[in-house]
């Protein structure tokens, strides 16, 4: 842990609070969680509060990164803020550990969560002991838990980043990642022996959508893929900087429903509109330029007439892509309904 780093950071908020003050949103981002490396912040708004859903990372004697093996995290926590403005978010405590799934081994990779009838539910990946990536879901009475974890993973459900979108009269779960995150071993729902990487030229792998089930368990439908496409309807191809790679979420802002997400290997956040929550989606433009790290997950969330970017870089651990810190910005939208760029500040 850089104690240097989060001193600093801790008498700055110190500084403003004493002032009377609160952080300037259009400044620009800021951290909210200086005394961990927590990253990949799924935030929602439930009972009033934010509460965020990250993942943890930590120093492992894993550093080799072949397909993210260096990503060793085996616990959750969840984070609190009673409004964005806060300086710093609140540690809730342990939420669940890999110790308490039963399927999962290790790699307790980015979770979100979801509410239903007073019910609050945990989606989150891990390897299985066949070193596949899957995807549980736990249980709470409160937001912050704990969780208690199903003793199987979700039937159908896959690879990692599970984000779950609340439409009103449903509730849809999206998921996939490449490389690390396998989603390249599978096709229509069939794991493959080896990997199968989409050529250049050719439809970029897609990541997952499917109703959940109304007790919020399992999948209501197999999954079907997410269609992103350019203004001429065409699919974005594997070689395309603006194509999918990790870290979906949606949200809904004047209508429209927004599909964000990462697109790895070049390092920036996309976005697309449409007018369902399974797409297709038009690719609109870049939501979040580079970060300091090899990539960065993310989460949007609405709240008092204004919205809010929760992301992570790797600028307060030197760079090191396996220790990330959260960090919140405002985001503004132009009459057209185009999200305007967010400098993510990479060297």
Same mark, same amino acid.
């Given at each position: 842990?850089?104690?240097?780093?989060?001193?600093?950071?801790?008498?700055?908020?110190?500084?403003?609070?004493?002032?009377?003050? +609160?952080?300037?949103?259009?400044?620009?981002?800021?951290?909210?969680?200086?005394?961990?490396?927590?990253? $990949?912040?799924?935030?929602?708004?439930?009972?009033?509060?934010?509460?965020?859903?990250? +993942?943890?990372?930590?120093?492992?004697?894993?550093?080799?990164?072949?397909?993210?093996?260096?990503?060793?995290?085996?616990?959750?926590?969840?984070?609190?803020?009673? +409004?964005?403005?806060?300086?710093?978010?609140?540690?809730?405590?342990?939420?669940?550990?890999?110790?308490?799934?039963?399927?999962?081994?290790?790699?307790?990779?980015?979770?979100?969560?979801?509410?239903? $009838?007073?019910?609050?539910?945990?989606?989150?990946?891990?390897?299985?002991?066949?070193?596949?990536?899957?995807?549980?879901?736990?249980?709470?009475?409160?937001?912050?838990?704990? *969780?208690?974890?199903?003793?199987?993973?979700?039937?159908?459900?896959?690879?990692?980043?599970?984000?779950?979108?609340?439409?009103?009269?449903?509730?849809?779960?999206?998921?996939?990642?490449?490389?690390?995150?396998?989603?390249?071993?599978?096709?229509?729902?069939?794991?493959?022996?080896?990997?199968?990487?989409?050529?250049?030229?050719?439809?970029?792998?897609?990541?997952?959508?499917?109703r959940l089930?109304? $007790?919020?368990?399992?999948?209501?439908?197999?999954?079907?893929?997410?269609?992103?496409?350019?203004?001429?309807?065409?699919?974005?191809?594997?070689?395309?900087?603006?194509?999918?790679?990790?870290?979906?979420?949606?949200?809904?802002?004047?209508g429209k429903?927004?599909?964000?997400?990462?697109?790895?290997?070049?390092?920036?956040?996309?976005?697309?509109?449409?007018?369902?929550?399974?797409?297709?989606?038009?690719?609109?433009?870049?939501?979040?330029?580079?970060?300091?790290g090899w990539?960065?997950?993310?989460?949007?969330?609405?709240?008092?007439?204004?919205?809010?970017?929760? *992301?992570?870089?790797?600028?307060?651990?030197?760079?090191? +892509?396996?220790?990330?810190?959260?960090?919140?910005?405002?985001?503004?939208?132009?009459?057209?309904?185009?999200?305007?760029?967010?400098?993510?500040?990479?060297?």
């Open positions: 842990m850089n104690l240097t780093r989060n001193l600093a950071i801790l008498a700055a908020a110190a500084a403003v609070a004493a002032c009377g003050g +609160s952080p300037a949103q259009t400044d620009g981002p800021r951290y909210i969680f200086p005394s961990d490396y927590m990253a $990949d912040p799924s935030a929602h708004i439930f009972d009033g509060r934010i509460y965020i859903y990250p +993942s943890h990372d930590r120093i492992s004697e894993v550093t080799d990164p072949e397909d993210g093996a260096h990503y060793d995290m085996v616990d959750y926590h969840v984070l609190r803020m009673d +409004s964005p403005q806060q300086l710093q978010a609140e540690d809730m405590g342990l939420a669940l550990s890999v110790e308490d799934v039963e399927w999962a081994v290790k790699q307790m990779w980015a979770p979100d969560a979801a509410c239903k $009838d007073g019910r609050y539910y945990l989606y989150f990946p891990a390897k299985d002991a066949g070193g596949v990536f899957r995807i549980g879901v736990a249980t709470a009475d409160t937001p912050e838990g704990p *969780f208690i974890a199903q003793p199987q993973p979700i039937d159908g459900a896959y690879s990692i980043d599970p984000a779950v979108f609340d439409d009103g009269d449903a509730h849809y779960i999206y998921f996939g990642g490449l490389n690390g995150g396998q989603l390249q071993r599978w096709r229509d729902n069939e794991l493959l022996p080896e990997n199968a990487f989409a050529a250049d030229g050719q439809p970029a792998l897609a990541p997952r959508v499917a089930s109304d $007790d919020m368990l399992s999948l209501a439908e197999p999954s079907q893929p997410v269609e992103i496409v350019d203004a001429d309807g065409h699919p974005l191809t594997a070689n395309d900087p603006h194509r999918f790679f990790e870290a979906a979420w949606v949200h809904r802002h004047d429903y927004y599909f964000s997400y990462s697109t790895g290997t070049t390092h920036m956040l996309c976005y697309a509109t449409g007018d369902s929550p399974v797409g297709p989606f038009v690719f609109r433009g870049v939501l979040l330029t580079p970060v300091t990539t960065t997950h993310h989460s949007i969330v609405e709240t008092g007439g204004r919205s809010y970017l929760f *992301f992570h870089d790797s600028a307060p651990s030197g760079g090191r +892509s396996s220790l990330r810190s959260m960090k919140i910005a405002e985001i503004f939208y132009n009459p057209d309904g185009t999200i305007q760029t967010l400098d993510g500040g990479r060297q």
